[in-house]
């Protein structure tokens, strides 16, 4: 074998056992999202251990009020029904995005704004009421540990609206970039497990919560 042969089936060689040809590293598009499921699967750990936490601390009242006392199904159902809408139409807003459909994106983001809103505002009535009730988070470990998780919840959907007033403002000003198109991505999945999250904690804490002993 000549010496230009060996080099020949040794790069050959190194090329097979590394397993990446002439591909190369992948796409921003396949990159990008893949590392924000990471992130949300982390931020899934820090809710695993608020739901754990609640579990544990659910009935530590101290002789103060408890889930029965404090929830209003009908007021959570409607906060539910407006975080699913928000979660659907932020859905036909990735679709339009996809087609450069610049007027229909933008009021697809807008109303998927609106309805996280309104789901924001239902959440701080609500914690307004129980505090004007004397169940103030201090009150108990249980309010302590509820509390702690709706509001890590409904701290991450302020974040979620923010973030899609920056997209909006972004797509108008900058239009359909590849880049900005791989933000939008990002935002839906963030926005789509919140909504995971938040039926989780509409049937441990309001549903299941709330059954008669």
């Not at 992948?26 to 750990?45: N, T």
């Not at 975080?83 to 932020?90: A, G, I, P």
Request: aromatic share 12%; charged share 10%; hydrophobic share 55%.
């Amino acid at each position: 074998m000549t010496a230009e042969a060996a080099t020949i089936g040794l790069t050959h060689g190194g090329s097979e056992d590394t397993g990446l040809g002439q591909r190369g590293p992948e796409s921003k598009s396949i990159v990008i999202p893949y590392g924000f499921w990471l992130f949300v699967l982390s931020d899934m750990v820090l809710f695993s251990a608020l739901f754990a936490t609640y579990a544990a601390l659910v009935h530590a009242t101290d002789a103060g009020p408890v889930t029965n006392q404090l929830f209003d199904r009908t007021l959570v159902a409607i906060e539910t029904l407006a975080l699913l809408l928000s979660s659907f139409v932020c859905g036909l807003a990735m679709i339009a995005a996809k087609r450069k459909n610049m007027a229909w994106t933008q009021g697809w983001l807008l109303l998927t704004g609106l309805l996280g809103a309104v789901f924001l505002f239902i959440e701080l009535y609500e914690f307004r009421s129980m505090i004007a009730e004397g169940a103030p988070p201090q009150r108990s470990a249980f309010l302590s540990s509820f509390f702690t998780l709706v509001g890590c919840h409904g701290a991450h959907v302020t974040a979620g609206l923010l973030w899609i007033g920056t997209m909006m403002a972004q797509i108008w000003a900058k239009g359909f970039r590849q880049d900005i198109v791989r933000r939008l991505l990002c935002l839906s999945i963030f926005w789509h497990a919140l909504d995971i999250i938040w039926v989780a904690i509409f049937t441990i804490v309001y549903l299941i919560g709330t059954l008669p002993a």
